[in-house]
């Protein structure tokens, strides 16, 4: 069942603000940044907030998907309606408000079934509701490849938005630290944190591959473990090593990830194991390989 959306997004900015970063001291703008790949988001945000055709946010965990989906529905023509969040995996368009935003996220993850229905509800939606999509890079891959519904995919696509990674903006970092800075200072009661020039210059020399919320996770710890009110390089430098994580944590952490994913998907298609290839993007033949790496016991041949 889908549920009005009120969890806390470690990117959460102002709900009246669109590229507005420091305007609060505990308010933090993920969108906020003067690089051509952000400046050119805002522009089209602002521009499609006001309609109400589908919108497809697209871009890697981390970006602001769910910001930017809060945002269409805050500018748009009835932000006091409801904005309710269905993760796609639950399936399809149940319990749905008739007047508001839903916000399907993760549209990749949509099952076969699920997509079919979601393609029936875009194409003749209730009048007062509006669909946004959101999506990670491997959604393009599915479309591409022929293994996703083409009527959905072409309407979601009509109006498509990609929300650029911290490593394509490298401009914006020091302004989005010290934002985050002040937000993560307000929350746990030290407010006059300051990060120096070097510890902005090394921040910013980072790849992010977990893009904000890495950042997030980074600056947190800094707030919190910093005796000195000026967080210096150093300061950078210790934090940076200790939560890097080394190849065998990530071996182990995409073993582990493996596993729940594979098992998730079993009981969902009820150890159908063709059905769970199909949702995988994987042969059989690989699923059952999967199944006797990770030591998990069918309950029927599918």
């Not at 009005?4 to 609060?24: I, K, Q, W």
């Not at 390089?233 to 940076?240: I, K, M, R, W």
């Amino acid at each position: 069942m889908p549920q009005v959306s009120d969890e806390r997004d470690p990117t959460n900015p102002p709900m009246h603000s669109l590229g507005n970063a420091g305007s609060s001291q505990a308010a933090f703008d993920p969108l906020a940044g003067e690089s051509p790949a952000i400046v050119r988001v805002r522009e089209w945000l602002r521009g499609l907030a006001a309609l109400r055709a589908p919108v497809l946010l697209l871009g890697e965990p981390g970006t602001g998907r769910r910001v930017a989906a809060r945002l269409l529905h805050a500018l748009g023509p009835e932000p006091e309606a409801a904005f309710v969040v269905v993760a796609a995996r639950s399936g399809g368009p149940e319990a749905i408000p008739l007047r508001g935003t839903v916000h399907l996220h993760g549209i990749e993850r949509l099952p076969p079934e699920g997509q079919k229905r979601w393609h029936r509800f875009i194409e003749a939606p209730p009048e007062r509701t509006r669909l946004i999509g959101s999506a990670g890079p491997l959604f393009s891959d599915r479309v591409a490849r022929g293994d996703f519904d083409a009527g959905l995919a072409r309407a979601l696509q009509r109006f498509e938005v990609r929300l650029p990674a911290l490593r394509d903006r490298p401009a914006d970092l020091p302004g989005l630290a010290v934002g985050l800075l002040a937000s993560i200072g307000h929350e746990l009661g030290r407010q006059d944190r300051q990060l120096t020039g070097g510890a902005l210059r090394r921040l910013a020399h980072e790849r992010w591959p977990g893009n904000l919320n890495e950042l997030r996770r980074v600056v947190e710890r800094l707030v919190a473990c910093s005796e000195n009110p000026r967080i210096g390089l150093p300061e950078v430098e210790a934090v940076l090593e200790e939560l890097r994580p080394s190849v065998a944590e990530l071996r182990a952490r995409h073993q582990l990830e493996e596993r729940e994913a594979l098992i998730r998907n079993l009981e969902e298609t009820g150890g159908n194991v063709t059905n769970t290839a199909e949702r995988m993007q994987r042969s059989r033949a690989a699923i059952y390989r999967l199944v006797e790496k990770h030591g998990i016991a069918l309950r029927r041949d599918g």
